[in-house]
T-cell receptor
């Protein structure tokens, strides 16, 4: 069974600084997707960034980028120029590459990010 | 404005009550999901619907009963719940079930407290 581990329950960053959130996963599959979701106090889960396992190039979305190390099964999220609005719970998630009823998101326990002004 | 709307946002119910959570998606998606988010566990997938048919039930107790009358609406009927069922219940949708690259969109959740 696939598992996702986020080893940092809480992180803190100064506004305008850079922070990296860690995620590791375990799978025997070769085809899969990895995601970072953000959950602000409103509780809506919002997709931050997505990585296809078959792509070697790390995904980037504006201030958000990932460091995807497939062999190490590591998928960290880097937030540059942190803003107060980045404060939220961040969840790493895995999804098997083929869909159907088994192709659903498996989440880590989350990392609570605080941004200090 | 979210494409996935959940009501009510907060619900307090007794263990003998019967209540329902409602989810509506305005995205034209074919797959809908119920997730449970509790304080001590990662998000857990409860039910999956594709084109109004239930395709997965992850060993969820029968006191939770889903209903999907059409591709835009999803309900979670609740009866004789236990205090440990208190949690945030998240509804989500995606274009379809078969492309794992599809983005899954979430609603803001319904906070359930069982007393």
């Amino acid at each position: 069974a696939q598992t996702v581990t986020q080893s940092q329950p809480e992180m803190s960053v100064q506004e305008a600084e850079t922070v990296t959130l860690s995620c590791t996963y375990d799978t025997s599959e070769s085809d899969y997707y990895l995601f970072w979701y953000k959950q602000p106090p409103s509780r809506q889960m919002i997709l931050v960034i997505r990585q296809e396992a078959y792509k070697q190039q790390n995904a980037t979305e504006n201030r958000f980028s990932v460091n995807f190390q497939k062999a190490a099964k590591s998928f960290s999220l880097k937030i540059s120029d942190s803003q107060l609005g980045d404060a939220a719970m961040y969840f790493c998630a895995y999804r098997r590459g083929y869909g159907g009823s088994q192709g659903n998101l498996i989440f880590g326990k989350g990392t609570k990010l605080s941004v200090k002004p | 404005e979210t494409g996935v709307t959940q009501t009510p946002r907060h619900l307090v119910m007794g263990m003998t009550n019967k209540k329902s959570l409602k989810c509506e998606q305005h995205l034209g998606h074919n797959a809908m999901y119920w997730y449970k988010q509790s304080a001590k566990k990662p998000l857990e997938l409860m039910f999956v619907y594709s084109l109004e048919e239930r395709v997965e039930n992850n060993s969820v107790p029968s006191r939770f009963s889903p209903e999907c009358p059409n591709s835009s609406h999803l309900f979670l009927h609740l009866h004789t719940l236990q205090p440990e069922d208190s949690a945030l219940y998240l509804c989500a949708s995606s274009q379809d079930l078969w492309d794992s690259g599809n983005t899954i969109y979430f609603g803001e959740g319904s906070w359930l407290t069982v007393v």
